[in-house]
């Protein structure tokens, strides 16, 4: 953990391009942004995956997500807006510490939508999936 590149940036040890800071969360521009004011999200507080956030956390950081997109809204007027987490390896994450990607879009940038992240359709029907989930 104290090797965690997002908690030295928190602790101020590691330097980063701070925008934003809410009292449970911290917001900066990626350091490899992908977007003119590509933000990073993330928790003071360590933790890995979002299900491991309180409640309380969880606010805060969702809170700075949408004062970061007011900000990034007036200061570099994007067209609109992707907000994603990659939440575990298999879903690309690369460190391991809670960060939502707040990636600003415009007109003709050549994205995609984030449907477009994987093409893996279910072989169960809806029905199916959603009486496996509800019987948690
Ligand atoms: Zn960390």
Redesign the pocket.
Same mark, same amino acid.
């Given at each position: $953990?104290e090797e #965690? +590149?997002? #908690?030295k940036i +928190?602790r101020g040890e590691l330097p980063a391009a701070k925008i934003y800071e809410g009292e449970r969360s911290l917001a900066f521009l990626d350091i490899n942004p992908i977007s003119p004011g590509h933000t990073l999200v993330i928790p003071k507080e /360590?933790a890995s995956s979002l299900v491991e956030l309180d409640e309380a956390t969880t606010a805060d950081v969702f809170n700075a997500v949408r004062m970061v997109m007011r900000m990034l809204k007036v200061a570099l007027h994007p067209d609109g807006f992707n907000i994603g987490i990659n939440d575990g390896k298999a879903a690309g994450q690369e460190i $391991? /510490?809670v960060h939502v990607n707040v990636i600003p879009r415009y007109e003709g940038d050549g994205g995609k939508p984030v449907q477009s992240i994987v093409r893996n359709p279910p072989r169960e029907s809806l029905e199916e999936i959603a009486e496996k989930i509800k019987r948690v």
């Open positions: $953990m #965690c +590149v997002f #908690c +928190v /360590h $391991m /510490h």
